[in-house]
């Protein structure tokens, strides 16, 4: 019995909302069932709308109290129906947590730039990542950062504007249906399959970090951790969005430990770089006291776009064509203490236990071309990462690891994974277990 | 018998891609049927892989011949297998299409970047728009502009790497299949209820091209034609993809005449902003021979991003911050010129038909901020583009027809719509139809 929730502005998209109902209905099958919820900016009346836009505005009006919608600009309609929503959706979430005839299988929402922007803040607040999540949009062949973010809401391009059930609209909503309803009856499945969720999952789960210039790293690492342990390792690229899906799947307690080997977001953060993840970097694994182990990999570059997208300020520093789409640029000394500072400050204010943290610094050089010879080795700056974080963290309980070696070393590497597996408390497969 | 063709490359992804294929074959049920083709760079050998890497490479290689994908540069091999897939591609949708046991249904893709470039440029090229495709990317949480481009692809975030079959990647996997499968039924169903496609669609088809600064315009029109006349409309953003699906529908022929407008997307095609729907706009409807009446709608503006995003040599120039992220440049006479230049060179090479092709001037303004007293009036400006269209089509025989009004009279849109049913020879609703 797939339950779907439709999210949708039937002020100005009944028909088409309505017309999507119709076809999930079809694709789901007879025990399909859909929850329409009017999120509008005025409230409509029929039969199918199961959550009205007038409920939704005043029972679950946020805590600052409700406010006449009708009345409000544009975008101050957006954030309040976002918040309306996303309390509506969470109630509903975790009723079905708890009685599975409630259990939402699937969200889908269709509309244009204002509707995904509000629909796309609700999914990601409420829905943990592998609940499907479907927009359809006029928006979806352009920049899906600020939409996805860290979530696996998936996009569907509408092609034409959606208003006015044309031949072609009618096809890509029909499409959507089916999509949504075949994801939530595959999620239904595997949660049958495994019904206390993650719970029941054997293997430990392991975040890693990674980027271009660290990848034999985390290749060895995660080569090492699954063929001697009951380990499977979940490696994110640190994109910006890689970094925050590591840090929410840590919150949602999916990873159960993380080798932060490639800190290089903080970097763009502070820099401006384009593979930002924003300044709550490092909290989430620190916050959940679990293993976690974090080391300097690529905190040597700021990511930008093609070389003409590299701010003027940065023109005449130290810049690296990757290709023609990624330039990298050297961190300079300043912004190293910057970076240090930031990894300082994290781990001050958010660890939970200290004994379950190590910083680890390869001495040698922090990603593929820092080290002598490559273009971006540069010894000074490497040292004034390295000395910010001694200085900072000296007194803390938190251990600091200095090791000679490049961070691609692949002893380096293997070293690093049996610090984790020390922290974990594991033992070899075949093995008698540690005590814990 | 929903039919899926599934491309990956086996050589890095073969675990991953089999556990997709056995999970679609799961939620598509006992009659789906999975086609998996091989566009890695090496071939692999494996019972479950229906068109091998060699096959691909050797037999579908282009018309400039077979080379030995191995020993090419990665740019290069991306570019050798999109060859040889989509020449694959071709034949199997080709064949599909007369013989209804080969049809295809679908296609899906899970991988990194490269695979990602590679996928969805062989399913832009050779699906038309409306038939299921999917494609998982590490990459989804980004610019999708150039991946989806005019297109439907469905782009669905893995949130980790697509290397190892961990918890949370099966769950995506799993997700993708029942997307996938649910589209693929859904498609399925729509065809057999339309077994001709879009030929047994009675009403005709009409292609609308709007802008904010024009919707008033495009909303009349609509309303007028879809009430009187036995007239399904088309609605497209002039934001790059749209007006290159529009042109793309018409050559599907989907779209049996267009209303262009409006041609705002070639100011950003001539002076670099971001709503660019690159060189060939005008061009489908114009070779087709379809009714096509051309305006120059949004033509006095150039979009941006927010303002600090805007080039530096266009700082000084007239701006308006539409809002935080879209930042619009008056465009000047020396622009304009070259886009009345733009439009008649189209009209020159390209017109199959001169009597079905129009060229509407609204003398009285070209878009809501470009009318007396607006952010962007600008006579001088707008003359230079009138003075280029007329004086360059003069003696062709495409009608010009130059009106007083601004683009958004509700007479002037009324009047536009007419013009264009009666190149396409209509009646009205309930009326005799009039002779061809």
């Given at each position: 019995m797939p339950h779907i929730v439709l999210l949708g502005t039937?002020?100005?998209?009944l028909a088409e909302l309505l017309y999507l109902r119709s076809q999930i209905l079809e694709s789901g099958g007879p025990t399909c069932k859909v929850t329409f919820v009017d999120v509008g900016r005025t409230p409509s009346a029929h039969e199918h709308i199961d959550v009205r836009q007038d409920i939704l505005a005043i029972e679950y009006a946020p805590e600052s109290g409700a406010k006449d919608v009708a009345s409000l600009p544009r975008g101050e309609v957006i954030r309040y129906m976002i918040a309306c929503a996303t309390k509506w959706l969470a109630e509903a979430y975790t009723k079905g947590l708890k009685d599975p005839d409630a259990a939402i299988h699937g969200c889908i929402n269709a509309g244009g730039t204002g509707n995904t922007s509000l629909a796309s803040a609700v999914m990601r607040e409420v829905l943990p990542i592998g609940l499907p999540k479907l927009i359809v949009s006029t928006n979806a062949s352009g920049d899906m950062g600020p939409i996805v973010g860290e979530s696996d809401v998936t996009m569907m391009y509408s092609v034409c504007d959606i208003a006015g059930l044309n031949y072609l609209l009618r096809r890509i909503l029909s499409n959507a249906s089916g999509a949504i309803a075949g994801m939530a009856q595959a999620y239904e499945r595997s949660l049958a399959a495994s019904p206390q969720g993650v719970n029941l999952q054997q293997k430990k789960r392991v975040g890693l970090t990674m980027f271009g210039v660290t990848t034999s790293c985390v290749d060895k690492i995660r080569d090492h951790l699954e063929s001697n342990y009951d380990i499977e390792c979940f490696v994110f690229h640190c994109t910006g969005a890689g970094g925050r899906a590591m840090e929410r799947l840590v919150s949602e307690g999916v990873l159960e430990a993380v080798l932060d080997i490639t800190t290089t977001e903080i970097c763009d953060q502070l820099c401006g770089g384009v593979m930002d993840a924003g300044p709550l970097r490092l909290e989430a694994p620190l916050k959940a006291g679990i293993p976690y182990i974090v080391s300097v990999g690529a905190t040597d570059m700021v990511n930008f776009g093609p070389r003409s997208t590299v701010p003027e300020r940065y023109?005449?520093?130290?810049?690296?064509?990757?290709?023609?789409?990624v330039t990298l640029m050297r961190t300079n000394a300043e912004e190293c203490r910057a970076i240090g500072d930031f990894i300082v400050k994290k781990i001050k204010h958010c660890t939970k236990d200290a004994a379950q943290v190590q910083v680890v610094l390869p001495l040698g050089g922090v990603s593929m071309i820092a080290t002598p010879g490559g273009p971006f080795h540069d010894a000074e700056s490497d040292e004034a990462l390295f000395s910010t974080i001694r200085a900072g963290l000296k007194g803390s309980k938190v251990l600091i690891v200095e090791d000679e070696r490049t961070i691609n070393d692949q002893g380096f590497a293997v070293d690093v994974a049996e610090r984790l597996i020390h922290l974990m408390g594991l033992s070899r497969m075949g093995a008698p277990q540690r005590m814990q």
């Open positions: 039937c002020d100005t998209k023109q005449q520093r130290n810049l690296y064509e990757h290709n023609p789409t």
